[in-house]
């Protein structure tokens, strides 16, 4: 029995040595491209972050270009199903973007997909972001310079559109109606309230791509 054991452990430390499929966890910097939408907007800075008053500033030229930041993470990721060419792998990365615009995005990605022994990955799963949850595709390879790893990975987040919803707004006057022009004489009265109907908007988000590059020391 403990020599069929033996020999089963040292057949997956066998198989594992010929996969030769590094882990490229470790950190993550780059670029993300916004097309024109929401996002875009908000980096910009042509509308507020959290602002709901679309009525009047989404206008102009507001939501018509697009913008880009840069990103700071991290990426985790786990093995699975290794078939010694191919392995899959489960990747969790997150980022923060738009702190040269004075911003902070996180988002969070979590990705299931295949990397083969020569670097080439990809992979897809949901994506997280203070825009709401949406689908990301990516695809990478990893460039190999002695012991250094350096992945390079294009993802892509599609657009949404997003509705937001505005309450019906009552908008009083601060000057009294005052018809003889005589202050306080008894005929000063208040304008009736001017009352803005409850609306919603619908914009898109806006679809982003990201190039990503990581530094990984292999073993």
Do not use: C
């Not at 054991?5 to 057949?11: D, K, W």
């Not at 780059?30 to 008053?53: C, H, W, Y």
């Amino acid at each position: 029995m403990k020599k069929i054991i033996t020999t089963i452990v040292f057949g997956l430390i066998i198989i594992s040595a010929n996969a030769q499929i590094q882990k490229l966890a470790g950190p993550r910097i780059g670029i993300t491209m916004v097309q024109p939408g929401t996002l875009a907007s908000i980096l910009r800075k042509d509308v507020g972050f959290f602002n709901g008053e679309f009525r009047e500033e989404w206008s102009g030229s507001t939501g018509k270009y697009g913008a880009v930041m840069s990103q700071y993470g991290w990426q985790w990721e786990s093995r699975f199903a290794d078939g010694g060419n191919v392995t899959g792998i489960v990747e969790w990365i997150a980022l923060v973007g738009g702190m040269e615009k004075g911003m902070f995005l996180p988002s969070v990605s979590s990705m299931v997909g295949v990397r083969t022994e020569k670097g080439i990955e990809f992979a897809v799963g949901p994506n997280l972001s203070l825009g709401g949850i949406a689908m990301v595709i990516g695809a990478g390879y990893n460039f190999k310079f002695g012991k250094l790893n350096l992945p390079v990975n294009i993802a892509y987040v599609p657009s949404i559109n997003k509705t937001y919803k505005h309450p019906e707004e009552y908008l009083y006057s601060d000057i009294p109606i005052d018809p003889d022009g005589i202050p306080n004489s008894g005929d000063e009265y208040w304008e009736e309230p001017t009352i803005l109907p409850e609306y919603s908007v619908t914009h898109p988000t806006g679809a982003r791509v990201s190039i990503l590059v990581g530094f990984n020391l292999s073993k």
